[in-house]
Each structure stands twice: as C-alpha cells, then as structure tokens.
C-alpha cells in the first residue's frame, strides 16, 4: 500500500512539475497597448493650447478601440457591444433607420454647431447602436460602451489601456461621461464616471 501511494504521489507531482514548466499562456491581445497613430496625427498640432483639427475619430478595429477628439479633449471607447461583445463599427451617420433625429445624435458629444454629425457606432451583429459618447440609443445593447484610460507616450503616440475604465455606465444612463485627456497638457482631467 505504501508504495503504490509513493508511485501515485510521483506521478501526480511529475505532472504537476510539468505544468509548471509550460504554462497555459491566453492568446489574447494585452489590455495595454500603444497606437500605431500619434498625437499629432489625432490632433493636427497644437496651438493656443487647442488642437487644430477640432474633431477627429480614429477607429483601431484590432485592438477593439476607438479615440475621440473632440473640444473638450480626448477619450477613448472600449468597441465592445453591451448585448453580446461584438466589435461596433464607426458610422457617420448612426441614425438612419432608427427612428432617431440626426439633431438627437448631433447634440452628443462636446462640439461646435459647425461640427455636429450623427455619427457613432453600429453593431454588425444585432443592430444596436451607440451615439458618440457611446450611449446605446437602439437595439437590445443594454447599456453605455465603456470608456478606458489613455495617455500619451514620451514618443508622442498614445498608450490605451483597456483594463482601466475612467467610465462606465449602468442600463439607462444616459449621462454623457466627462472624463478627457486634455489637449493643452496631455493630462487627464480626472472626472471618471462609475469607476
């Protein structure tokens, strides 16, 4: 009896010795990376501590991330859909079909008149929808996408970190995230919503 439970703890500790010589690594994507696009290219410059292209969207299918600039700084969008985490598309026109005025969707977002577009995301997979401050408007999307903490990167990219949420949003609240990253200092503003 001994030796059989000596043989028997054996083997379980050779396999185990073994796992731990080949861990279980994921194949998925790190949750910080940096962006193959730079402040510059988001911002067209900065002058007067604003940026000369007042409004921009820069969308990073891959890494399911989208960054906004718009007059109050930057934020960046987690692109997972609420109902079910597909990746929502960037579409100018987000509107269309819903039944939702375009002036409903140009009113989202922290922009000039000038610069007001219904734009925002669509989901492929089951038609919800999402303004540009990412509050789902239509569809079974139960609630806001998330945003996650970017900054700036001593080379002048930015480095998105999608596990850190600087908001995040409850089934029915419509409340529009205040958090940026500030163009004039390339800091955050600190007003994280839900996190």
Request: one cysteine or more; charged letters at 15%; glycine letters at 12%.
């Amino acid at each position: 009896m001994g030796g059989l439970a000596t043989a028997g703890a054996s083997l379980f500790g050779g396999v185990q010795i073994l796992r731990f010589m080949f861990p279980a690594a994921s194949s998925n994507a790190p949750a910080l990376f940096k962006t193959s696009f730079s402040f510059l290219q988001l911002t067209g410059g900065v002058v007067g501590g604003k940026a000369e292209t007042p409004v921009n969207v820069i969308t990073d299918t891959a890494n399911r991330v989208s960054v906004i600039l718009d007059d109050a700084g930057i934020y960046a969008v987690l692109l997972i859909c609420t109902h079910l985490g597909c990746t929502p598309n960037y579409v100018t026109d987000v509107v269309t079909g819903s039944g939702v005025a375009p002036s409903v969707a140009d009113n989202r977002g922290i922009r000039t008149k000038a610069q007001q577009i219904p734009n925002g995301w669509a989901c492929p997979c089951h038609g919800s929808r999402y303004f540009i401050d990412s509050t789902n408007f239509y569809g079974p999307a139960p609630r806001p996408m998330d945003w996650v903490n970017i900054s700036v990167t001593p080379d002048g990219f930015f480095a998105v970190d999608r596990g850190t949420l600087v908001a995040t949003r409850g089934a029915g609240d419509n409340t529009p995230p205040q958090w940026r990253l500030l163009v004039s200092t390339q800091k955050s503003n600190g007003k994280t919503y839900g996190v």
